[in-house]
């Protein structure tokens, strides 16, 4: 059974840093993308970086040069370092992995950790 356990979040002022970090266990064939999800109350939950097994990596436009992805294969964890953050990147942060067994993905999420930016 895969589970991925996240840590990291918490309340921040606005400018501050946190790193959110995830763990995969379970996983028995290869790990394609890892990634961060958000949502917000009230919102749809939105990408907002994630990182393929060959090291590409997309950004939501509003994370580009204050978030950066990274990830080790081996351990099999991903994290996301945010700076200069800002009361609108207040959500819940969701770690999303996607294995790949062959021709089919499946994907895994956690179970949140909130992120509260205080302004």
């Known amino acids: 059974q895969v589970q991925l356990v996240e840590s990291g979040g918490g309340l921040v002022q606005a400018g501050g840093s946190l790193r959110l970090s995830c763990a995969a266990s379970?996983?028995?064939?290869?790990?394609?993308?890892m990634g961060w999800y958000r949502q917000a109350p009230g919102k749809q939950r939105e990408l907002v970086a994630r990182?393929?097994?060959?090291?590409?990596?997309d950004y939501a436009d509003s994370e580009k040069g204050r978030f950066t992805i990274s990830r080790d294969n081996a351990k099999n964890t991903v994290h996301l370092q945010m700076n200069s953050l800002k009361p609108e990147d207040t959500a819940v942060y969701y770690c999303?992995?996607?294995?790949?067994?062959?021709?089919?993905?499946?994907?895994?999420w956690g179970q949140g950790t909130q992120v509260t930016v205080s302004s």
């Open positions: 999303n992995v996607v294995e790949r067994r062959g021709v089919d993905r499946y994907a895994y």
């Open positions: 990182m393929s097994s060959g090291g590409n990596t």
């Open positions: 379970g996983i028995i064939f290869s790990i394609d993308a």
